[in-house]
């Protein structure tokens, strides 16, 4: 149906930057949305931020102003930059796709998910 692939993901120091990306695939008749959650040891999974076709975006109060969340509609993939890292970023990170596709009607998928930790 619809596959997620992320990538971008390691381990860096406090202060460092990454770039998440992931690249939807499959009998897509439409995206509705894309965008990043978290989940780290214990916790709840979490919003980071997400972003429609329309152009509507929405970030997570911790992440404001060092998140940004862009997509290539052509390539039908979703970036996530990460500046100014802190340890309480270390997460799973998982894509998120609302799409939908022959079979179903809008419908939300995921990515496998990326580790992201941030230690000295």
């Known amino acids: 149906q619809v596959q997620l692939v992320e990538s971008g993901g390691g381990l860096v120091q406090p202060g460092g930057s990454l770039r998440l990306s992931c690249a939807a695939s499959?009998?897509?008749?439409?995206?509705?949305?894309m965008g990043w959650y978290r989940q780290a040891p214990g916790k709840q999974r979490e919003l980071v931020a997400t972003?429609?076709?329309?152009?509507?975006?929405v970030y997570a109060d911790s992440v404001k102003g060092r998140f940004t969340i862009s997509r290539d509609n052509a390539k039908n993939t979703v970036y996530l930059q990460m500046n100014s890292l802190k340890p309480e970023d270390t997460a799973v990170y998982y894509c998120?796709?609302?799409?939908?596709?022959?079979?179903?009607?809008?419908?939300?998928?995921w990515g496998q998910g990326t580790q992201v930790t941030v230690s000295s």
């Open positions: 499959g009998s897509i008749f439409s995206i509705n949305a």
């Open positions: 972003l429609t076709s329309p152009g509507s975006t």
């Open positions: 998120n796709c609302l799409a939908s596709t022959p079979g179903r009607p809008s419908y939300p998928y």
